[in-house]
Nanobody
Framework: QVQLVESGGGLVQAGGSLTLSCAAS????????MGWYRQAPGKQRELVAQ???????TYADAVKGRFTISRDNAKNTVFLQMNSLKVEDTGIYYC?????????????????WGQGTQVTVSS
């Protein structure tokens, strides 16, 4: 299995910046999709950003223009650069890895989650 360790969370003032890191135990070149999710208090977990091995990216509308997902293949690490942070960005941020493991003619997706890192944005 793939182990994911997030870091970089903390307390920041609104308008500030924060960078999250997700270190994977496996080469991210072997991981089909990596992404960041977050869960705010009282809300369901939502996709924030994701990146494929081909470097194609997807962002939630709420963070477009403010957040940037990137990767460093040599370090097996994915980053989330968060700028112009808002109070509503507060939540637990989780790193997720998805691996496609074809078996018996089926395309089987396996999801792996990190433990999460708390991001708190104060007004």
């Amino acid at each position: 299995q793939v182990q994911l360790v997030e870091s970089g969370g903390g307390l920041v003032q609104a308008g500030g910046s924060l960078t999250l890191s997700c270190a994977a135990s496996a080469s991210i070149s072997s991981i089909n999709l990596m992404g960041w999710y977050r869960q705010a208090p009282g809300k369901q977990r939502e996709l924030v950003a994701q990146i494929t091995t081909g470097a194609s990216t997807t962002y939630a509308d709420a963070v477009k223009g403010r957040f940037t997902i990137s990767r460093d293949n040599a370090k097996n690490t994915v980053f989330l650069q968060m700028n112009s942070l808002k109070v509503e960005d507060t939540g637990i941020y989780y790193c997720k890895a998805t691996i496609n493991k074809p078996s018996a003619g089926f395309q089987v997706l396996y999801n792996y989650w990190g433990q999460g890192t708390q991001v708190t944005v104060s007004s």
